[in-house]
């Protein structure tokens, strides 16, 4: 027999009307003629009521019987009721229990850390970590939107590669039958191919790096959203990604207000977040760093206490352009007026968030880039697909990396970037 369930995120639509869902007990309280059941079905939560004297003895045994995150299908009245966070209640009028769930490990009281990371899978199931799962989504969408709305087409680069392209230092190594391969750490040098075809794209995909960080803004694999456009400089590159992340913030604002409510942010905060956003040169940000107590000379790289210093001077994400030369990617198309600094930008969240796109426009000229290779001591027969680009048709282009873990911790108001990925992959955790 066929149900014709409803969803709890539609119960408005039935107003005094009788429905029945298919959804879980998330917690229970009783006072003897009456059971309040808090139920979920993944599309929201609602409270459901069971008065003894208005049912029959089997529905209020049945209700009895139901353990946390037993399965069932309830049948109730739907009613309006100000006092409760959905607005609406449910007057049970029968229940059937699909299984019974005994000892469920996770039970109000408050746990650790790794051992709700242990249990991950049913961890997901929790008001809270809903949330983060559900901007996560949105976040996808409206990124999505950003890029499908404004002629970008969507391309994916490949995850198993021959060569590194942010470096060698931190790649996953991994054997492609009797070849040796490596697990992508960026798509870029594949977007730059892709854009050189299509003109503008980005991409959407898993991305991995073997560091052993074990910060609170470090994951083993996360997903990255990259960009690339081209005939676009660097100044028209800031202007797409402060246009990008306002538009991603104003999305979450406006369809994911329960969500952020559950999750206690502080949104006024969020509000903020408009174009055009701040922008400082790498120079000057030493100068400020030095002026503040401290330690850095020109020339190394920000750590995240550096990056957190300058992020609170401002309201909104930072643009700290131009940084040296000499810190960056091999790609990064060297200042024409100043070749010692690169045609590059990290956007910095605030709050201390810290860094959450690196973009920059890239070498166009085939001799400067032969001369990188040489330097950076780079296959140039790995990469003559790369060197064909600028040898066939090279224009000015440019493109960046969104991290999409930091930017969901940032939005939502995360400690960690390990509640912001369904099941995070960090230094010392694979499981589940
Ligand atoms: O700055 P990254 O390394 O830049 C690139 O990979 C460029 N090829 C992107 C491009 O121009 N197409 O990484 C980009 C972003 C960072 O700003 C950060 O948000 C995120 O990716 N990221 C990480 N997020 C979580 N865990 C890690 N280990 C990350 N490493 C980088
Ligand atoms: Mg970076």
């Keep these: 027999m066929s149900r014709n369930l409803s969803m709890i995120r ?29 139920l979920r079905d993944g599309s929201g939560f609602i409270q459901a009521v069971v008065v003894k004297s208005e049912v029959p003895e089997e529905v209020w045994e049945t209700a009895g019987k139901l353990t946390q995150e037993s399965s069932l299908y309830v049948t109730g009245t739907v009613r309006e009721d100000t006092r409760s966070k959905s607005g609406y209640e ?51 969408r409206a990124i999505q939107q950003f890029f499908d709305e404004r002629g970008f ?61 074990k910060t ?54 969020l509000r903020n977040i408009q174009a055009p956003f701040p922008r400082i040169t790498y120079d000057e940000a030493v100068q400020f760093l030095k002026a ?42 060297p200042d024409p007026n100043r070749p010692e600094v690169v045609l590059c930008a990290d956007m910095i969240a605030p709050e201390g968030y810290g860094e959450i796109i690196g973009g920059s426009q890239r070498i166009d000229d085939p001799d400067l880039m032969e001369e990188r290779f040489t330097e950076h001591q780079l296959s140039k027969e790995a990469y003559q697909w790369y060197l064909d680009l600028r040898k066939y048709g090279s224009v000015p282009h440019s493109g960046f990396g969104l991290g999409l873990e930091r930017t969901v911790a940032w939005i939502c108001g995360l400690d960690h970037v390990r509640e912001t990925i369904p099941f995070p992959r960090l230094l010392y955790r694979l499981y589940p």
Aim: hydrophobic share 35%; aromatic share 10%.
């Design 10 to 38: 539609d119960v408005d639509q039935h107003k005094d009307g009788t429905v029945t869902i298919g959804c879980w007990l998330h917690n229970k309280r009783s006072s003897g003629k009456i059971q309040f059941l808090q």
């Design 90 to 140: 449910l007057t049970v009028t029968g229940i059937e229990i699909i299984q019974v769930s005994t000892d469920y490990p996770i039970t109000p009281k408050e746990h650790g850390v790794d051992y709700l990371m242990d249990h991950r899978h049913l961890w997901i199931r929790s008001p809270r970590q809903r949330a983060i799962l559900v901007i996560r989504a949105q976040i996808i």
């Design 292 to 333: 503040n107590g401290h330690e850095i000379e020109w020339g190394e790289d920000f750590g995240a206490p550096h990056e957190t210093a300058i992020a609170e001077k401002y309201d909104k994400p930072v643009f700290i352009t131009h940084y040296p030369t000499e810190i960056k990617a091999f790609y990064m198309k």
């Design 216 to 269: 609170r803004r470090h994951l083993i694999e996360f997903w990255m959203i990259e960009p690339e456009m081209a005939f676009v400089t660097h100044e028209e590159n800031l202007e797409v990604q402060e246009q990008f992340v306002s538009h991603i913030i104003q999305s979450v604002l406006e369809n994911c207000g329960k969500e952020l409510e559950v999750l206690e942010r502080d949104t006024s905060k």
């Design 153 to 213: 087409h969507l391309v994916d680069p490949p995850i198993l590669t021959p060569s590194s392209c942010e470096g060698t230092t931190n790649l996953f190594h991994t054997k492609y039958f009797d070849e040796d391969a490596f697990l992508t750490q960026s798509g870029q040098l594949y977007m730059e191919a892709a854009a050189m075809a299509l003109g503008r794209v980005y991409s959407f995909g898993p991305t991995f790096r073997a560091e052993k960080s």
